[in-house]
């Protein structure tokens, strides 16, 4: 089976096999651990986590990231012309709610902030940006890696943002004024997450 598999940790044996879920690029749980959200070719599917059922398949364009809010009522995934948007839903009704452009190729990675209010991306075009989730608005573009970004992720209190790069480089960023307060190097290799 080459799709999305739940496995219980203590006894390592599959409990759920989710049919239809080949040409998975990422996962996420839901806050509460009922819905699993997938980025499965070019669209993103919601799935009961008890029974395995496909609740919602949304419309994404390709797409190989995804994301739930922090409170579980919003969804976002890349997407869009050439996986160079994020395209962001209501989970309750599955309608679309924002679509964000600025990033000029493909989006590897995206991260809500600990509070919900802003969303982080990586991408192709070795640049990171922040987006307002209120209103769609970008609200400050991260630059200095001089590699694709692969990852994004938020500190607990949100205040940093580490971003992990083929430039063999993760990099802390402040998320208030977009300084780079760090490049941490030693990697030999690409660093994923």
């Known amino acids: 089976y080459s799709g999305i ?28 651990g009922t819905l699993l959200a997938s980025a499965t070719g070019s669209t993103v599917k919601l799935w009961d986590v008890t029974n395995g059922a496909e609740l919602l398949t949304l419309p994404a364009g390709p797409t190989r990231t995804v994301a739930f809010s922090p409170d579980g009522h919003t969804l ?24 964000l452009s600025g990033h000029s190729n493909w989006i590897n990675s995206i991260a809500f902030s600990p509070d919900g209010q802003t969303l982080a991306s990586g ?5 990171i940006r922040l987006w307002d989730m209120t209103n769609g608005r970008q609200l400050r573009t991260f630059t200095g890696h001089t590699d694709q970004v692969e990852n994004v992720a938020f ?8 971003s992990a790069s083929w430039d063999l480089t993760v990099r802390l960023w402040n998320v208030a004024n977009g300084d780079q307060l760090a490049a941490l190097a030693g990697h030999t290799e690409w660093i994923k997450s």
């Open 5 to 32: 598999s739940i496995w219980n940790v203590d006894g390592w044996g599959e409990i759920l096999a989710f049919p239809g879920s080949q040409d998975t690029k990422s996962v996420d749980f839901s806050p509460d």
């Open 76 to 99: 976002a995934a890349s997407g869009g012309v050439a996986g160079q948007e994020i395209k962001v839903w209501d989970v309750e009704s599955g309608a679309e709610t924002l679509t």
């Open 123 to 127: 991408s192709v075009d070795k640049s």
């Open 155 to 162: 500190s607990p209190d949100g205040r940093l943002l580490a």
